[in-house]
């Protein structure tokens, strides 16, 4: 069984309990336009420019059997309707100016840079994190890792958006120690236009698992200025999240405030930023957020992001 990751970060410190390992798995049904991991959106390997250290020796326009890159002064062009990321030119860029988003792992390969962490993980109480992208795009690797994982008592986490067939969020969730659960906005109509799908899926996963199995979830919500943050969006997020099953024996939140740490992915990926030059949530506005929610959530425990 094999799965493409996008990356395998050591040494993680906001993606669970302690230090963890976390992997990002590619592929993403939504398109959230704050993404700070845009290079796990798309499913497939991805070519990356990085302009800026871009020798000018030409070799990539050279080696390139579409002609997908045009040699320029500077920089070199590139045509990414052509471009089938074989990846040739990125194997031999002297400058690392081109790389490849996306390798193919099997999980042995996989379970042996999370061994590496070992005694961070018990040192800590860490683990390992499975992320993205949407880690349910790949579920059947993600179950077997976890189940993996677990065999060598590694403690793990899984964050995701839950869109997807709810028989594969149960088996995920069942599998992992810990969930994440990003609800992006309450409305489907306005949850369409800042992630290009409709956001029913996602809430009755979220439901009919708590309902069904009890498991706790920590539910995240990204804040972003200006699309998710008015006052009548966050009093409807805290009623729903007070009459979900379980009440706060099995549901928190984690307001998530905005940051632009992923701008410059976009650029890698020749696509504009979605969000312009929007700046970050300040704590202050963060933290009223929260108070707010805390008023109509039913005394669940509702914090903001370190």
Not at 69 to 87: K, M, N, Q, T, V
Not at 136 to 155: D, K, N, P, T, W
Not at 166 to 183: S, T
Not at 283 to 289: I, L, P, S, T
């Amino acid at each position: 069984m094999k799965a493409l990751i996008e990356n395998i970060q050591h040494y993680s410190l906001h993606d669970g309990p302690g230090i963890r390992t976390t992997v990002f798995f590619k592929g993403c049904p939504l398109r959230c336009r704050w993404c700070s991991n845009p290079t796990t959106q798309n499913p497939g390997r991805e070519l990356l420019q990085k302009r800026n250290d871009c020798l000018g020796c030409g070799r990539c326009a050279d080696l390139c059997p579409r002609g997908a890159i045009r040699a320029e002064s500077g920089p070199p062009r590139l045509d990414r309707a052509l471009c089938d990321a074989c990846g040739r030119c990125a194997g031999t860029c002297p400058g690392k100016a081109l790389l490849m988003a996306g390798r193919e792992y099997s999980l042995d390969e996989v379970l042996v840079r999370i061994k590496k962490d070992m005694l961070f993980y018990r040192n800590s109480g860490g683990g390992v994190t499975l992320s993205g992208g949407e880690v349910l795009s790949q579920h059947a690797f993600a179950v077997e890792l976890c189940g993996r994982c677990a065999a060598l008592g590694i403690h793990t986490a899984i964050e995701t958006s839950g869109f997807a067939p709810y028989e594969h969020f149960r088996a995920l969730a069942l599998a992992a120690d810990v969930i994440f659960y990003d609800i992006k906005h309450l409305d489907p109509v306005r949850h369409r236009r800042l992630t290009g799908q409709d956001n029913r899926l996602i809430l009755e996963n979220l439901a009919h698992f708590l309902a069904e199995t009890g498991k706790p979830v920590h539910v995240r919500l990204p804040l972003v200025p200006g699309l998710n943050d008015d006052a009548a969006h966050l009093e409807a997020y805290g009623a729903y999240l007070g009459g979900l099953p379980g009440g706060p024996e099995t549901v928190d939140l984690e307001v998530l405030p905005y940051h632009r740490l992923g701008k410059d992915k976009y650029a890698m990926l020749g696509r504009e930023y979605g969000l312009g030059d929007t700046p970050p949530m300040p704590r202050d506005e963060a933290e009223a957020a929260v108070r707010r929610l805390r008023g109509r959530a039913g005394g669940l425990k509702i914090f903001c992001a370190a």
